[in-house]
């Protein structure tokens, strides 16, 4: 009997979880709210999802067509399909959906979120609050999701590549091996633990790369309407000493709670099979990144709003609650509410909304284990 997994969430990457949970041997119902559920009209039309060999010229991996087995608009039908609930939706997303899905869930459930940014914590304070307690669920947070991908026709991927394996944590942290050799069987690349979801957040790859390149190239972004690569374009020597800055600082917050981070140069080579010797040469030579000429063109772009106000603000928090000095992720965090108009500093993903308020790093760490 083939594993049963649903997909809550109908955008590049829900469709291509879809479709590549499909091509591991899964069954997957694939839900879309109102509002966004196109994706899953043009899925009926086509009679399931195509992932093209090229696109612009450039040959892509994991080319075919699967038929899914079930599209959903019913939440309630969705979450009853399976014990498997893997949410690809963006930051933002995670609070209101959890919020519809409450009422459904049941004891003994996995919710996955890709990428996490430390939604586990916010969702089990929701849980709590909302009065259910006594609801035995194991949250995931994946660093990231698994594929580059983008929706470029109906029903039509262009998946330009995956990472090699991708790094999780379950909260509580006792779950993860548990939670791993649940998700396991319907995941196309391997699963690797980390300690905390503490760890899995401050390790999301985006961190030094998105909110800070974004940032420094604004201009660049908005006056050329994203018309380029964004990696190889925004990424100058410059820019790459900016981030390495940044990524000084996420390390020395890491060491102040006790948790040794891999340093970026490191993960992307390993998460991409390369061996290059620089962050920037990274941003300059990697194939997966370099496949296709598209930026943001905007501040509203959710390498800021989702990557600045879910990345930044919690490292920016948790360096203050363990007195590390953070400069640079302070100064991007400035601009970016100037870009948007908004104060990212207490309507970004806080403490306070992990529910993790007046709580020491010790007792943090105790939480989360």
Same mark, same amino acid.
């Given at each position: 009997?083939?594993?049963?997994?649903?997909?809550?969430?109908?955008?590049?990457?829900?469709?291509?979880?879809?479709?590549?949970?499909?091509?591991?041997?899964?069954?997957?119902?694939?839900?879309?709210?109102?509002?966004?559920?196109?994706? &899953?009209?043009?899925?009926?039309?086509?009679?399931? =999802? !195509? +992932? $093209?060999?090229?696109?612009?010229?450039? %040959? /892509? #991996?994991?080319?075919?067509?699967?038929?899914?087995?079930?599209?959903?608009?019913?939440?309630?039908?969705?979450?009853?399909?399976?014990?498997?609930?893997?949410?690809?939706?963006?930051?933002?997303?995670?609070?209101?959906?959890?919020?519809?899905?409450?009422?459904?869930?049941?004891?003994?459930?996995?919710?996955?979120?890709?990428?996490?940014?430390?939604?586990?914590?916010?969702?089990?304070?929701?849980?709590?609050?909302?009065?259910?307690?006594?609801?035995?669920?194991?949250?995931?947070?994946?660093?990231?999701?698994?594929?580059?991908?983008?929706?470029?026709?109906?029903?039509?991927?262009?998946?330009?590549?995956?990472?090699?394996?991708?790094?999780?944590?379950? &909260?509580?942290?006792?779950?993860?091996?548990?939670? =791993? !050799? +649940? $998700?396991?069987?319907?995941?196309?690349? %391997? /699963? #690797?633990?980390?300690?905390?979801?503490?760890?899995?957040?401050?390790?999301?790859?985006?961190?030094?790369?998105?909110?800070?390149?974004?940032?420094?190239?604004?201009?660049?972004?908005?006056?050329?309407?994203?018309?380029?690569?964004?990696?190889?374009?925004?990424?100058?020597?410059?820019?790459?000493?900016?981030?390495?800055?940044?990524?000084?600082?996420?390390?020395?917050?890491?060491?102040?709670?006790?948790?040794?981070?891999?340093?970026?140069?490191?993960?992307?080579?390993?998460?991409?099979?390369?061996?290059?010797?620089?962050?920037?040469?990274?941003?300059?030579?990697?194939?997966?990144?370099?496949?296709?000429?598209?930026?943001?063109?905007?501040?509203?772009?959710?390498?800021?709003?989702?990557?600045?106000?879910?990345?930044?603000?919690?490292?920016?928090?948790?360096?203050?609650?363990?007195?590390?000095?953070?400069?640079?992720?302070?100064?991007?965090?400035?601009?970016?509410?100037?870009?948007?108009?908004?104060?990212?500093?207490?309507?970004?993903?806080?403490?306070?909304?992990?529910?993790?308020?007046?709580?020491?790093?010790?007792?943090?760490?105790?939480?989360?284990?």
């Amino acid at each position: 009997m083939a594993p049963r997994v649903s997909v809550i969430g109908s955008g590049n990457a829900g469709l291509t979880a879809a479709y590549h949970f499909t091509l591991q041997g899964a069954d997957v119902c694939l839900y879309g709210a109102t509002g966004f559920d196109q994706p &899953l009209a043009d899925i009926e039309k086509c009679g399931g =999802i !195509k +992932a $093209l060999e090229s696109f612009n010229d450039v %040959p /892509l #991996t994991y080319s075919g067509f699967q038929a899914i087995d079930k599209v959903s608009r019913d939440l309630e039908e969705t979450i009853s399909y399976s014990d498997l609930l893997v949410l690809p939706v963006p930051s933002f997303a995670q609070e209101p959906l959890f919020t519809s899905m409450l009422p459904h869930l049941r004891d003994g459930q996995i919710i996955m979120l890709m990428p996490g940014n430390y939604g586990s914590l916010v969702l089990n304070r929701i849980k709590n609050e909302q009065g259910y307690e006594d609801l035995n669920l194991i949250f995931v947070d994946a660093i990231s999701i698994p594929w580059a991908t983008r929706i470029v026709g109906p029903a039509e991927l262009a998946i330009l590549g995956m990472k090699e394996f991708l790094p999780v944590s379950a &909260l509580p942290a006792s779950k993860t091996a548990e939670a =791993i !050799k +649940a $998700l396991q069987p319907v995941m196309p690349l %391997p /699963l #690797t633990p980390l300690g905390n979801v503490i760890e899995a957040g401050l390790e999301n790859i985006n961190f030094g790369g998105h909110p800070l390149l974004t940032t420094l190239n604004m201009g660049l972004l908005e006056n050329f309407d994203g018309q380029f690569n964004y990696y190889k374009d925004c990424c100058s020597v410059s820019t790459a000493k900016a981030a390495a800055v940044m990524e000084q600082e996420r390390q020395t917050i890491g060491k102040a709670l006790g948790i040794e981070l891999r340093p970026e140069l490191e993960a992307m080579n390993a998460l991409y099979a390369m061996e290059c010797e620089s962050v920037y040469e990274v941003n300059r030579t990697s194939e997966t990144h370099g496949k296709l000429n598209s930026a943001p063109n905007s501040a509203s772009n959710r390498y800021i709003t989702e990557d600045a106000a879910y990345l930044l603000v919690p490292c920016y928090e948790l360096g203050q609650l363990a007195g590390v000095d953070t400069p640079l992720i302070t100064s991007c965090l400035h601009i970016d509410n100037a870009y948007n108009d908004t104060d990212y500093f207490t309507s970004g993903r806080t403490l306070k909304k992990m529910g993790l308020a007046n709580l020491s790093p010790q007792e943090i760490l105790e939480f989360v284990a």
